[in-house]
């Protein structure tokens, strides 16, 4: 059983092979080609039914608006995937280094406090459970 | 005079205090150590005595998954990762949808064919599609011929680099073959001025040789190994 995205993608280039066909009989029509034309014609609308069936199977996946920029500009849809991916590792990258350096300010901040306010300190320290 | 007596809030007054219910002129010495004690209130009202120290508060709370996990190995993307980053992605959009027959690759706004349209101002549907009546089908009536020249253009396919991809889909409900570029011909002036212009490029190179040939041979004559000096080499007497 193929998933419902898969049984989109085949309806629709189901759909644009037969639109493709259409345009070329009707390029250099001629008059026998009139009842494959009326013949196609209804498959278009065969092969709307069928896209509009699959309508309630693919309504939970959402798709970024952003992806259709890419697409209207002609540009691979793939680079806007790479360019989330390329963001979220920065992004990553730059939280792990600022949480590795408040931990590291912290343990620093604690030992020198330790040498100016020992009491102080190991009763923070109590408290904290040794933090 | 009585109005004197009861002050009016004035409506830009601060109702608390920025630094709590303390006053700052107050001393907080506290020896007693009553007040080092935090009163929460809320869902799970508690008291907590911070000992000796001000303004301590709980730390939050250890949370599982922060910035210092590598998110990527979490959620099972490193595939989705080297796949997108090992190699280069190519720009184009038929690159993605090799499938796809015409032209792609150019901007949706030159003919008005942008997915962000369909978006802004939505198709009507809702309406149950139905296969068109015989007398629908009438509207379908074609004259024999070739199309005018002005839609020429649109059926104009670009050249094929996924041929052996393409051919999965081609002529699958029996349409005849090589109609699907019927204006890529060597009928079309254009290509014919072409090849004309460059098979006399090829002319003009071949003389061009033929003549760079003679000068070489001529200067040849005169140069030393064949006898020929040059003014810098003449025998002083």
């Known amino acids: ?131 | 005079m009585m109005s004197d007596q009861f002050r009016k809030v004035e409506p830009y007054s601060p109702k608390s205090s920025p630094r709590g219910a303390r006053s700052p002129v107050v001393s907080r010495q506290d020896s007693s150590g009553t007040l080092k004690t935090t009163i929460s209130l809320g869902k799970n009202p508690s008291i907590v005595h911070s000992g000796p120290f001000y303004l301590m508060k709980e730390p939050p709370g250890e949370c599982e998954l922060t910035g210092a996990t590598n998110l990527m190995a979490y959620y099972g993307l490193e595939h989705s990762y080297s796949k997108f980053n090992g190699k280069k992605l190519k720009e184009s959009l038929s690159s993605f949808l090799p499938n796809l027959p015409g032209i792609v690759d150019g901007p949706g706004q030159e003919d008005n064919s942008t997915l962000a349209s369909v978006i802004a101002k939505r198709p009507i549907g809702g309406k149950e599609l139905l296969p068109l009546t015989s007398s629908q089908l009438a509207g379908f009536r074609l004259h024999p011929g070739p199309l005018p020249e002005q839609y020429r253009y649109i059926s104009a396919t670009p050249p094929k680099r996924h041929k052996s991809k393409h051919k999965k889909h081609k002529h699958k409900d029996g349409a005849p073959p090589g109609q699907d570029t019927p204006l890529q011909d060597s009928s079309n002036p254009d290509t014919y001025e072409k090849k004309h212009k460059k098979q006399k490029r090829h002319d003009d190179d071949k003389e061009r040789k033929k003549r760079k040939k003679e000068k070489k041979r001529k200067k040849q004559k005169h140069s030393p190994e064949h006898g020929g000096l040059t003014p810098n080499q003449h025998p002083v007497p």
Do not use: W
Request: net charge neutral; with cysteine; charged share 30%.
């Open chain 1, 1 to 131: 059983m193929s998933s419902p995205l898969e049984n989109l993608e085949t309806q629709l280039e189901m759909f644009i092979e037969n639109v493709r066909q259409i345009r070329i009989i009707v390029s250099d029509f001629q008059p026998q080609g009139q009842s494959v034309l009326n013949q196609k014609i209804q498959s278009l609308v065969t092969g709307l039914q069928e896209v509009d069936k699959l309508k309630a199977q693919v309504h939970d996946i959402h798709v970024p608006t952003e992806v259709f920029d890419y697409i209207d500009q002609g540009r691979n849809p793939q680079l806007y995937t790479k360019d989330c991916i390329d963001k979220a590792l920065a992004k990553n990258e730059e939280v792990k280094g600022k949480i590795d350096s408040y931990k590291r300010f912290k343990s620093h901040l604690l030992s020198e406090l330790s040498k100016t306010f020992p009491n102080e300190i190991a009763k923070y320290k109590a408290i904290r459970g040794g933090e």
